[in-house]
């Protein structure tokens, strides 16, 4: 309660009830705060071992020194030991691979602080889950792990049949002696449905009598009416959408672990790259109690402008889908971790879920049946023409997830229509800009369009969109190197938690575009290892204006670090995704350390 | 069942009067209590007189009648009305203009509600244009084959000729599809709203008074029979009414189940007999009022949709006049 109110009486009584307050505040500029002393000499120094800068003009050094959370030095060793006092902490390597850590580019970090409530039941890579003992296992574990306590729910994600060595779904009666007293749900690794137990059955009140709602599905024992445990689409969606929520206290407890999820991986920028505005009020307390060790960067809504300009600039009488003149000095700066970098918009769905737009149908029916499917925008062209326009206007900048052609096609409308060109700087970044055609590379070119894209798909779903959009389609997906080719900056990223938090899938998948199958998905879009590496790093942080701070290994910049056990660079191609984490630094202290093995 | 709220979607590309048509179904609920669920709440704008509180993401009106945002979703707008479900009667939920109805109308059926009727708003002025619109101009198609009404709004702005060839054209994009011209979006409640469990289904004369310029002629028939009517007779008569008649809505005696009063609904070719209430000390009587376009509720014609269970007591004619000219 005293929370809510000190937060009120902070945002009126703040430097003018405006967006400022939400994350710029009164801390002075990093720089400012955190310049290196030189004359104090260096904290640690790290050699001895593959020091990786990202820095095109100097890509590998022997030493770096570390003073103030920042880079010292990078270079020779001679050199960089000129830093070194009694003081100095040396740290060897041990042949081990220094480098950038990994920014995420895009990514929803709100959904971390559930997942580490759940159980992952996912198959490999991105789980742990190849039988139905494997799921029982999983759940058995995580039970003990939360203490759960008799009526309390097991939930867990990433259940797939197709991952299931018994070749079938699990059920009611798998799970029933194993948790007569929990509920259990395994939500479907689409997001769209899940497999209950009888005590989940019996807490949702669904059984032989209920009826099965259009456009779902209710899968029945055989012989009766009785369900077998998987409910899909419309049987599912009301049910999860009334499941106990975790309190805003117990959500926050979680954001230590929420934020190992990326730690663990090398990651010390971490996106929320859909912010509704509750979400944001949640962001906002945990920067305000100091829970974050990492830097969280996020991207409002667009549809939640009217009601974030409600609540922050009460006086405000522009039209619905106005921005207050003063609202973009709420962007761009930290404040205790968290910034917000720009307004993500989205212009349509997902690709696998056929709900991307393209200009043409795809090969095969769309996901309710229909013939000639596109897919659809989510919103008319005349409304985001408006929405981009403002944005542009009020100099906010633009992230768009748009991830069919068609939708690409209206983003690149909106921009010319609302004057915009390179030259003018704005790095409007295209989220996915999955299903590109050859000539919006030179149309991104034009108006400063900068891709985040998402090669994962290569491997987790080449196959299908091989099958739905036929090859020539399906291998321009994230046209990394036709992109490079014509001076775009590209970054890559997870879109967690869509796909797992491994930045080194990323890199591989950008390197080798190999599906689960093997295929080789658009041989000609695979990058070097080193373009791969720099879409984690030097671009991932251009993207978000943070390039002078971050991406790079050079002196003055940020101590954001990873020690890898492998070198990204040279080991077998097929081996990059085995390369783990050691440790993780940011601004020089350590927030993630393996455990010795 | 209190929760089991009748809904209605209203569909239809940016411009076409959506909004137009729910601001005037909540001004002019006739005591049908409405909540409706809207994407852009800035531009619903009612009659001030009739507001009675806004607050945040809800307004009330005086006529007991409600308008709630779904910025934070269908799920959380449901929600909120399911939990005050005895104080509606109706829910209409107004698309985005690039929504398909038909899916809305299905995620409305997954929360078990039973569907009234798509209706969908076409602009006869821009509606050329935005169906060769390469972005949206398939989805702009495909609301028309979805709809169970088409009002076509804003005939005024259109000439004689091009309204004659967009009904053609609108025919062969939606055959069998009926459709209601209108100016300013003004059709009846009676029209665009179903019949409601414990409430009386006919319209009076006085509650057509405000009917009167919205641009198109009405004539209502109500057909009323005292033997209990078969559930063949009823699924005859539902497919004969055929494209002139917008609605058909009442409560039937059947003879299968002849204690208990169903309640018949029909927009276009989308109908429903859902078991109601027992009649109790009401007299046992199918009562069905049939709203269609002037000269189309011919009461032989619907009379002969009925004949298998005995005479017609007493049909009833009226006509609405029409100020505006409109199709008749």
């Excluded at chain 1, 010319?416 to 800009?433: E, L, N």
């Excluded at chain 1, 090859?471 to 970054?491: H, I």
């Excluded at chain 2, 179903?194 to 310029?213: I, W």
């Excluded at chain 2, 204690?259 to 070719?269: L, P, T």
Aim: glycine share 8%; net charge negative.
């Amino acid at each position: 309660m005293t929370d809510k109110i000190d937060r009120r009486q902070f945002i009126k009584t703040g430097v003018g009830a405006t967006l400022g307050v939400v994350v710029a505040g009164s801390l002075p500029a990093r720089a400012e705060l955190e310049i290196p002393m030189t004359n104090k000499g260096a904290e640690t120094i790290f050699r001895g071992g593959t020091i990786i800068t990202m820095d095109d003009k100097r890509r590998q050094v022997a030493a770096v020194a570390v003073a103030g959370g920042r880079i010292l030095a990078a270079g020779d060793e001679a050199e960089v030991m000129k830093t070194k006092t009694d003081a100095t902490k040396l740290v060897d390597l041990g042949g081990k691979t220094l480098m950038p850590s990994f920014i995420d580019s895009h990514g929803h970090f709100m959904n971390a602080p559930q997942i580490v409530k759940w159980a992952n039941v996912s198959g490999p890579p991105a789980g742990p889950v190849s039988s139905i003992p494997d799921i029982v296992k999983g759940l058995k574990a995580h039970q003990e792990k939360f203490k759960l306590k008799k009526g309390e729910w097991i939930i867990a994600y990433g259940y797939d049949m197709t991952n299931l060595r018994e070749g079938r779904e699990c059920t009611r009666d798998d799970l029933d002696p194993h948790f007569p007293d929990n509920p259990v749900m395994l939500i479907h690794s689409s997001n769209h449905g899940a497999v209950l137990n009888s005590a989940a059955f019996a807490a949702v009140k669904m059984d032989k009598d209920t009826k099965t709602p259009p456009g779902g599905l209710i899968v029945r024992k055989e012989g009766s009416t009785e369900p077998a445990g998987l409910i899909m689409e419309t049987a599912f969606l009301p049910i999860f959408g009334n499941m106990p929520q975790p309190t805003e206290e117990e959500l926050l407890d979680t954001l230590d672990a929420a934020q190992q999820i990326y730690a663990s991986a090398g990651v010390t920028t971490c996106q929320e790259g859909a912010t509704h505005a509750k979400d944001l009020a949640f962001l906002r307390k945990g920067a305000e109690q100091g829970r974050f060790y990492l830097d969280i960067v996020s991207l409002p809504l667009v549809l939640e402008i009217p009601a974030l300009v409600r609540e922050y600039f009460p006086n405000f009488s522009g039209g619905p889908m106005q921005i207050p003149d003063t609202a973009k000095e709420s962007f761009g700066t930290y404040k205790n971790r968290l910034k917000l970098a720009g307004v993500k918009v989205a212009l349509d769905g997902s690709p696998q879920g056929k709900t991307a737009f393209w200009s043409k149908p795809l090969l095969t029916p769309g996901p309710g049946g229909e013939a000639n499917w596109r897919g659809q925008p989510l919103f008319p062209p005349e409304l985001v023409n408006k929405a981009v326009k403002e944005l542009y206007d009020k100099g906010i900048q633009v992230f768009c997830h748009c991830n069919g052609d068609a939708a690409i096609d209206m983003m690149i409308d909106a921009a010319r229509a609302a004057g915009v060109k390179a030259s003018q700087d704005r790095r409007t970044v295209i989220i996915h800009s999955q299903f590109m055609r050859p000539d919006h590379i030179d149309s991104y070119a034009e108006l400063g369009f900068s891709p985040s894209y998402f090669t994962n798909h290569a491997f987790f779903w080449g196959t299908t969109h091989v099958k739905n959009l036929g090859k020539e389609r399906a291998f321009f997906l994230s046209p990394m190197a036709s992109s490079v080719n014509k001076g775009l900056r590209c970054s890559n990223h997870t879109d967690f938690s869509v796909t797992p938090m491994e930045p080194m899938r990323v890199m591989w998948t950008a390197v080798a575009r190999k599906s689960r199958e093997g295929e080789i998905i658009g041989p000609d879009e695979r990058v070097d290892r080193w373009q791969s590496l720099k879409a984690l790093t030097t671009e991932a942080a251009w993207q978000i204006r943070e390039e002078d701070q971050k991406g790079t290994i050079e002196a003055g910049k940020l101590a954001d670090l990873v020690i890898l056990d492998g070198n990204p660079l040279t080991v077998d191609e097929d081996k990059i995704v085995d390369i783990k984490v050691v440790e993780t630094f940011k601004e020089g202290n350590t927030v993630y350390k393996r455990a010795a093995a | 069942m209190t929760d089991r709220l009748p809904f209605t979607v209203i569909g239809g590309y940016l411009g076409a009067g959506k909004t137009t048509l729910l601001n005037h179904l909540l001004t002019h609920a006739a005591g049908l209590r409405v909540a409706a669920l809207v994407n852009d709440f800035g531009s619903v704008n009612i009659d001030v007189d009739l507001v009675r509180s806004h607050d945040g993401d809800t307004i009330n009106l005086t006529n007991g009648c409600m308008c709630c945002s779904l910025v934070n979703g269908f799920a959380s707008a449901i929600g909120q009305i399911r939990v005050r479900a005895d104080a509606f009667d109706h829910i209409v939920i107004e698309a985005s203009g690039v929504a398909d109805p038909a899916k809305i109308a299905q995620y409305g059926q997954m929360y078990e509600l039973p569907l009234d009727g798509i209706i969908v708003v076409v602009d006869a002025e821009q509606v050329r244009t935005q169906a060769t619109n390469k972005y949206v101009g398939d989805t702009v198609v495909r609301q028309f084959a979805q709809a169970d009404l088409i009002v076509l709004n804003k005939t005024d702005l259109v000439s004689a000729e091009e309204l004659s060839r967009l009904r053609a054209w609108l025919a062969e994009l939606a055959p069998g599809t009926p459709l209601i011209e209108t100016v300013g979006a003004k059709v009846p409640i009676q029209v665009l709203l179903g019949a409601h469990e414990g409430r009386a289904p006919a319209r009076t004369e006085a509650d057509e008074a405000h009917d009167a310029d919205h641009g198109h002629r009405y004539q209502t028939c109500t057909l009323e029979r005292a033997a209990p009517l078969s559930r063949t007779t009823l699924e005859r008569f539902a497919a004969g009414l055929g494209e002139d008649i917008y609605r058909a809505k009442g409560f039937v005696c059947l003879q299968d189940d002849p204690d208990r009063r169903y309640v018949y609904q029909q927009v276009g070719a989308r109908w429903s007999l859902e078991p109601g209430a027992a009649w109790g000390s009401e007299e046992r009587r199918t009562r069905l009022v049939v709203i269609g376009r002037q000269g189309a509720t011919q009461a032989r014609t619907l009379e002969t949709l009925l004949d298998t269970a005995g005479p017609l007591v007493r049909p009833v004619i009226s006509i609405t006049a029409d100020k505006a000219g409109g199709s008749g």
